[in-house]
């Protein structure tokens, strides 16, 4: 394969648009509402699309996402058709001659408008972004159906965005690593994690904290401007803005700032680097100190998740109990471990009340993860060390994010008693859902390829590992097929519109 910049260029958009395809006949594959919370995310998008920030602790569905939710919602994810007359599931409501003006409709409908919606009080970033998306494809005359999928398909542009930003990645911070440069946007581009088919905040994380990945390291090793600064800073707002487990982009801000002060007082530079710095600061905690101000005037909680964990029945366990939890013995480690990870790379979907998964590719995913982020960071050890200091830093980071994600995840499993809530639940007390440290995405496949490499390259240097990574992009290919090809069946989705 030709490496030059040029070469690697085309490659780079020839992923992107790949991906793209990929995500678009996905999403318009899946029928609406999935079974992870798409009604609710819905519901906040529309309502942002008309200016509409939810100022109570839990707020009813809106007319318009009732309506929708109604004539577009398949029972095919939490339904098999035996559960039906004949064995059929009924036709969609939206090809029902009238259905609007009849009474069974209107009945659906005001059920849907007396329900609360427990991700009111959600931040704010994902649906600023989707519902001026939203109005976008109301301006253009979108309606119905079409508005949903239209909805849905920002996740298309997100997603070759993250591509080519894992490329730029690559090439500017590991400039002496084809592997990184080719094989990262490779592995990016096919991963499976079905968030990415779905209206879900979770589809914005992955791309806003690349973003502030790649500024951070940029302005930790070369000198930027203050506009640079500026909107380095923004993105690491709007990152953590999306939801609070994307702790990782702040504390990532802190850690980077700090070492540049470092490095500044070093080298006698760091009063006329003073204002940079604020700058910095001043954009990324600002925007945060005043949603989390707002959330604690109007709720009495600064990320307002106490009232959606109150509405779903959990409860703080007595200091006594805390300890009970399974996550301290090694089985429940590793129950933890192991399903974060299949999570964090498949997501969490089910058809007919059955996860949509492929129990060998399950084992593939955690055992390849353990195996070459294992490697990864044996190779960070001092003994090891035959790297740029700007790669190590790369990798050193990538782990700490990736780590700190996963640790959140383990600290929030730990105090609650999940009473009766079927997800997390007393049975199994964990946040199992790795779309919720989507944010590590792209640091969790820079380790993944810098240890199948730092396995694979000591012989063959670089084209067994691109072969390999091909290889897995294939296999992960071939088995999201396997798994999803009735999904294309469904007259719900998008393809039986018209």
């Not at 008309?50 to 095919?76: C, D, F, M, W």
């Not at 080519?164 to 990262?184: C, E, F, H, V």
């Not at 009063?271 to 604020?278: E, S, W, Y």
Request: aromatic share 14%; charged share 15%.
């Amino acid at each position: 394969m030709a490496t030059g910049p040029r070469s690697e260029q085309v490659f780079a958009f020839a992923l992107c648009i790949l991906a793209a395809a990929r995500v678009f006949v996905y999403s318009a594959a899946f029928p609406f509402f999935n079974n992870v919370d798409e009604q609710m995310h819905f519901d906040l998008v529309t309502k942002y699309s008309v200016g509409h920030v939810p100022k109570q602790k839990i707020e009813n569905y809106s007319r318009q996402a009732a309506e929708l939710i109604v004539l577009y919602g398949t029972p095919e994810y939490f339904h098999g058709p035996a559960s039906f007359p004949d064995g059929k599931f009924p036709p969609p409501p939206w090809k029902i001659p009238n259905v609007r003006s009849t009474e069974r409709f209107d009945r659906a409908v005001s059920h849907w408008q007396k329900k609360g919606n427990h991700e009111s009080t959600s931040f704010p970033a994902y649906y600023t972004v989707a519902g001026l998306w939203s109005a976008a494809g109301r301006a253009a005359g979108l309606r119905d159906g079409h508005f949903l999928y239209w909805i849905r398909f920002l996740n298309v542009f997100l997603f070759a965005a993250l591509v080519y930003l894992s490329y730029l990645i690559g090439r500017t911070l590991a400039a002496d690593n084809p592997l990184q440069r080719l094989g990262l946007p490779v592995m990016a581009a096919f991963f499976p994690q079905d968030v990415f088919y779905s209206i879900n905040g979770d589809a914005l994380s992955p791309l806003l904290f690349a973003i502030s990945f790649f500024m951070l390291l940029q302005l930790y090793f070369e000198d930027r401007s203050i506009l640079y600064h500026a909107l380095a800073g923004s993105a690491v707002a709007g990152c953590f803005l999306v939801k609070v487990s994307n702790l990782a982009a702040l504390v990532l801000l802190g850690f980077i700032a700090a070492l540049k002060v470092r490095d500044l007082l070093a080298e006698g530079r760091l009063p006329g680097h003073l204002t940079k710095l604020l700058v910095l600061l001043l954009t990324s905690l600002a925007p945060i100190g005043l949603w989390l101000a707002r959330n604690c005037f109007l709720f009495g909680d600064i990320t307002g998740s106490a009232h959606k964990a109150e509405y779903l029945g959990w409860t703080v366990k007595p200091l006594g109990q805390v300890l009970d939890h399974p996550i301290f013995t090694m089985d429940g480690i590793l129950t933890f471990l192991r399903g974060i990870t299949e999570t964090f790379w498949r997501g969490e979907f089910v058809w007919h009340l059955e996860q949509i998964k492929l129990p060998w590719m399950d084992n593939f995913y955690v055992f390849s993860s353990a195996v070459f982020l294992g490697a990864s960071l044996l190779a960070l050890l001092p003994k090891r060390a035959g790297t740029s200091k700007k790669y190590r830093t790369l990798i050193a980071l990538s782990f700490a994010t990736v780590v700190l994600s996963v640790l959140l995840l383990a600290v929030l499993s730990v105090p609650f008693d999940f009473g009766d809530c079927w997800f997390p639940s007393r049975e199994s007390p964990y946040f199992l859902a790795g779309r919720l440290i989507s944010c590590s995405l792209l640091p969790f496949l820079i380790l993944y390829v810098d240890g199948l490499g730092r396995i694979l390259s000591r012989q063959s240097g670089t084209t067994v590992p691109l072969v390999v990574i091909a290889a897995i992009a294939i296999a992960i290919t071939v088995s999201e097929w396997m798994i999803s090809r009735q999904v294309f069946l469904s007259p719900y989705n998008w393809f039986h519109l018209n």
